[in-house]
């Protein structure tokens, strides 16, 4: 500690003094000491490891922002954490597990003999939890995440070192399927210590209560003396992200993940902690915000969520709003009541009643709707009009025509004034069937879709992330000619096996399992052999990715997950939400009430606004 540091002994609770939290405990019971400063520095979550010479440990401290908290392990313990890391992720019942056979991974590092796979792998399965166990990243001692991908022959790093919040997901749940409950909740809350911190690019600050697309463990000096180290957890806001986009999906999918460790583990004690649902509510109210838009859907830019590159989806992509519904259903069970909330839980039950109407309604392709299109009247000024956003029967594509089986639909990509994006997007229709979004004609409808359209939007590796992909002039004007877009690769068509997962949650929810399992069995001839690829190439999904990483772990997790919850489908239901009867009415009111329905009629009386 620096000679000029003054020193204060403060509750944790300190940390968020702004936000009115309590202190809370981590690992024990830990105190803070604080560096006062006159400028504003670079933020970062910090464990700090005090060595004498030689290596002798003395302490360990975690430092927030220059605030140290006191942590039970620390890296420089390297011999004592391994074991106490092991014992987290044993099985509860005490049973011996795979892991007691592996050496143990340091942050996403293979073993030291470079093998991807332990002694006695004789499975696909066996082999992916190895690889997804070599993945995890430890914090003061504890796992915390997993690394985007761990490929042992890559020369170029860049981030995929870092611990992504959606790509964290399928692992979370893995582990969750798993029993293995502790990398979860310690995910769930450092990711909280790194909500509201005030990351900027040139000057500008972005919202309060934007989650960091991803965060990196580093081992830095501290203050000049080399005796001392800390682990750092570095965030990224998307300042130094490709495109320098923040990203709008982490804090919808944190609030996912959240409830489902809740549903799972039975232990709701986290998600009622002060300090987690102040984190739900800065969400809610970032998501929640009036902006200068007339619809219900969330207004985002190009390459805010997995597609995260220019790709045409600027605007109201259905992704987001797929995962915006979810999160305010979820968010709806977990907040406690209370004064303070009223509002914003007021607010949170319109929106989720006009956005299922909006999306239901507006973004709905299927044969009928295609003909409706075809017909449109245009330049419509009026407040019944059928073609609310001038949609011009020219933009119907003429791939589409064809391509539009007579039974089964789905949900378009996007949707703006005088713009309909027809292409099919897999993760917001699968999402929108999970989340109960779409109706339940709807969800059997786009599986019926899926069905229909298997070689196109599956072939020879499950999923296409869209469909169809861009060329020509199309991908120059639309992507920037965009190398790694090209037709059929990466975000422009290509396949992506992490999307099993989802799909299989959507299909067990459906009933109808035997899709996921016939997409599971194809993935299964060439996955682990292709080496985990990231993504695939082509219109049947044939070539590796020409830029994937390999060892991707949302391809191995997502696997996982698919598998875990083929052999225990009950398990799906801590992912899905069920439409309540109140929402259900007021969308039948409003459908009712419907211009395009009941054109000429006089409107009813009934209080959301469309």
């Known amino acids: 500690m620096a000679a000029s540091e003054t020193v204060l002994r403060l509750p944790l609770g300190s940390l968020f003094s702004s936000c009115h939290l309590p202190s809370f405990s981590l690992n024990s019971s830990p105190l803070l000491s604080f560096k006062p400063s006159s400028s504003r520095k670079r933020r970062a979550l910090r464990c700090t490891n005090s060595m004498a010479r030689g290596n002798t440990f003395h302490s360990s401290d975690c430092v927030f922002n220059g605030k140290k908290l006191q942590s039970t392990r620390c890296r420089c313990q390297r011999n004592d954490v391994e074991e106490n890391a092991r014992s987290t992720l044993l099985p509860s019942d005490g049973l011996k597990s795979d892991l007691d056979e592996m050496p143990l991974p340091v942050n996403g590092s293979l073993s030291s ?15 992916a939890w190895d690889l997804l166990r070599q993945s995890i990243v430890y914090y003061c001692g504890s796992p915390i995440g997993t690394i985007a991908a761990n490929d042992p022959n890559s020369t ?11 790509d964290f997901i399928p692992s979370g749940i893995a582990f969750l399927l798993k029993g293995e409950y502790d990398i979860v909740r310690n995910f769930i809350l450092y990711t909280l210590q790194l909500q509201s911190w005030e990351k900027t690019m040139d000057c500008h600050s972005p919202g309060q209560g934007l989650m960091p697309a991803s965060f990196k463990v580093k081992t830095v000096p501290l203050d000049g003396d080399d005796s001392m180290t800390e682990e750092v957890l570095d965030p990224d806001f998307g300042e130094a992200a490709i495109g320098r ?22 232990d709701v004690s986290v998600q009622e ?3 987690v649902q102040t984190g739900i509510k800065m969400i809610l109210k970032l998501c929640l915000a009036d902006g200068f838009d007339m619809f ?15 790709m045409g989806i600027h605007g109201h992509p259905l992704e987001i709003q797929a995962l915006f519904y979810s999160a305010l259903v979820c968010a709806r069970e977990m907040l406690t009541p209370e004064d303070g909330s009223a509002d914003l839980i007021r607010a949170l039950n319109n929106r989720l009643v006009a956005l299922s109407f909006h999306i239901r309604e507006y973004y709905w392709l299927d044969m009928k709707k295609i003909n409706e299109i075809y017909r449109y009247q245009t330049e419509e000024y009026s407040y019944d009009a059928v073609n609310k956003f001038n949609i011009y029967p020219d933009q119907i594509p003429s791939w589409l025509v064809d391509f539009m089986p007579n039974r089964g639909g789905y949900l378009i990509g996007n949707l703006q004034p005088a713009h309909m994006d027809f292409r099919f997007f897999s993760l917001g229709n699968v999402w ?10 709807q969800s059997h409808a786009i599986l019926d879709f899926v069905e229909a359209k298997w070689a196109e939007l599956v072939a020879d590796m499950p999923f296409k992330i869209c469909y169809p992909a861009m060329e020509g002039e199309e991908w120059r004007i639309i992507t920037g000619s965009d190398p790694k877009n090209t037709p059929w690769s990466y975000h422009n068509g290509g396949s992506w096996p992490t999307l099993l997962w989802q799909l299989t949650v959507a299909s067990i929810k459906m009933g109808r399992p035997e899709i996921a399992e016939k997409a599971v069995e194809l993935a299964e001839r060439r996955i682990a052999i292709d080496k985990w690829p990231e993504y ?14 390999l060892y991707q772990t949302w391809s191995i997790a997502g696997y996982l997950v698919a598998k ?4 225990n489908p009950s398990a799906a239901k801590f992912l899905t939400s069920e439409e309540d009867s109140d929402l259900r009415n007021a969308f039948s009111c409003m459908i009712s009430a419907n211009p395009r329905r009941t054109r000429g009629r006089k409107k009813t009386q009934q209080p959301f606004i469309v």
Request: charged share 20%; hydrophobic share 40%.
């Open 113 to 127: 003999n470079g093998s991807t796979q332990s002694a006695g792998t004789n499975s696909i399965e066996d082999e």
């Open 156 to 166: 170029s790093v860049l981030n995929y070192d870092q611990v992504f919040i959606r």
């Open 245 to 266: 986009v923040a990203p709008v999906d982490s804090g919808l999918w944190w609030i996912i993940l959240l409830r489902a460790y809740g549903k799972c583990t039975g």
């Open 273 to 275: 902690r002060v300090d």
């Open 296 to 310: 219900p859907t969330l207004l985002v830019t190009d390459g805010s969520c997995m597609i995260d590159r220019r």
């Open 432 to 441: 929108s069937i999970v989340s109960s979004l779409a109706t339940n004609d």
């Open 536 to 549: 695939y190439d082509t219109k049947r999904a044939r070539f590796i990715g020409k830029q994937a990483r």
């Open 564 to 567: 875990l919850l083929l052999a």
